[in-house]
């Protein structure tokens, strides 16, 4: 998907960005739509999206289809034998999604709403109370929609303006898993190079891959997704990183990116692609320069990680803010003991393998706090 900002203009600065990026992961948490690599430049934005199945079951109840206008005779108990197509999920997680975008007051009211309902014997009614949010589910429209007016609104409160934000509806492409998905995932990524704002990918912090080597585990998750695809395991090349089923699982994203040497052949794509063009000494596609493409890639392919420790520590590190000690083991060790009395009574050893963007070096770097929320 891209969407332009109307007349193209260049409105979009470092806090716009932050905020759409913000209401972007809300959208997300809220439709079920999964972001698999993104970009949003100074004037408009990229989104490659993986939308799941329609939500037809939300616990036991069968929604009715298509519109929230839908007349409740439509919707059925599931428990008599019936069933629809499409995907289920479960009650508890409908209502945290609800979360993500309405008040905690909005969302107890239409948990009271439906647990009367059902007290009373209705699943009917039941099931019309859960459509009314849950049609905006796994919908492309829906995100979209959720996404800009959400972002235009703030944008224009904050300007104190009025009118359209967007240049028109957003244009779409449907992209096939595999080869397609990994080539256009790319392509989101280098548009700051092709810009000629970084010359690597990395350096910009408002895309897929420059929250990947931040540590963001949704931008890794989302980029694993676009570069496994649904192939059977391959051996790899920059143009065929496919992955087994089995590591679609969600507890494994965000480790293959890693541990499965994803990022690794991701970033050897992107510095590939990202190669500066030149014609009879023209600059006629921005990058990053022949030789510096080539140095770089000696230096991927000698090392297990995507980023050397020095190009990693360029990037945002919570550890750096949130942290108290970094450093070797050793070095971590004997600053805790030397502080033994700063950390509670049951702690036996103060060092622990940093997480993060700094994960791929925990056998190099360690910390004394374990921070393992956000």
């Not at 069933?83 to 993500?100: H, M, N, Q, T, Y």
């Not at 009367?116 to 995100?143: C, G, K, Q, T």
């Amino acid at each position: 998907m891209i969407n332009r900002v109307v007349d193209r203009r260049f409105v979009l600065g470092s806090e716009e960005k932050e905020k759409f990026r913000m209401f972007m992961r809300m959208a997300e948490n809220f439709s079920g739509c999964r972001v698999l690599s993104y970009c949003v430049m100074s004037n408009h934005f990229h989104l490659l999206l993986e939308v799941p199945p329609k939500i037809t079951q939300i616990g036991r109840f069968v929604l009715p289809l298509d519109s929230p206008s839908v007349p409740a005779e439509a919707a059925y108990n599931c428990d008599r034998g019936r069933s629809a197509p499409g995907s289920a999920i479960s009650v508890e997680d409908f209502f945290k999604r609800l979360r993500e975008l309405y008040s905690d007051a909005v969302v107890e009211g239409v948990r009271e709403q439906v647990q009367e309902a059902h007290a009373r014997n209705h699943p009917e009614e039941v099931a019309r109370i859960f459509n009314h949010y849950a049609y905006r589910m796994h919908d492309l429209s829906e995100y979209m929609k959720t996404l800009t007016q959400r972002f235009s609104s703030w944008f224009n409160r904050s300007r104190e303006r009025k009118g359209r934000l967007w240049e028109q509806r957003f244009k779409s492409l449907i992209v096939e898993d595999g080869i397609a998905a990994r080539t256009i995932a790319a392509y989101i990524d280098l548009n700051p190079v092709r810009a000629g704002m970084v010359q690597d990918s990395a350096d910009y912090r408002w895309s897929s891959y420059g929250e990947a080597v931040a540590g963001g585990k949704k931008a890794r998750a989302g980029l694993v997704r676009a570069l496994g695809g649904k192939n059977p395991r391959k051996e790899s090349t920059d143009e065929n990183v496919a992955l087994s089923l089995e590591e679609f699982e969600a507890n494994k994203l965000v480790r293959a990116w890693s541990q499965g040497g994803v990022g690794k052949r991701y970033r050897g794509i992107l510095l590939g692609r990202g190669e500066e063009k030149v014609i009879e000494a023209r600059v006629v596609r921005k990058g990053m320069p022949k030789e510096e493409v080539a140095k770089k890639l000696r230096e991927l392919e000698n090392r297990e990680s995507d980023l050397a420790i020095s190009e990693v520590v360029r990037h945002r590190v919570r550890y750096f803010s949130d942290g108290v000690v970094l450093g070797g083991k050793d070095f971590v060790e004997e600053v805790f003991q030397e502080s033994r009395e700063r950390f509670g009574a049951k702690r036996e050893s103060g060092a622990r393998k940093p997480r993060g963007a700094l994960g791929v070096f925990a056998q190099v770097l360690w910390t004394a706090r374990d921070l393992r929320k956000e």
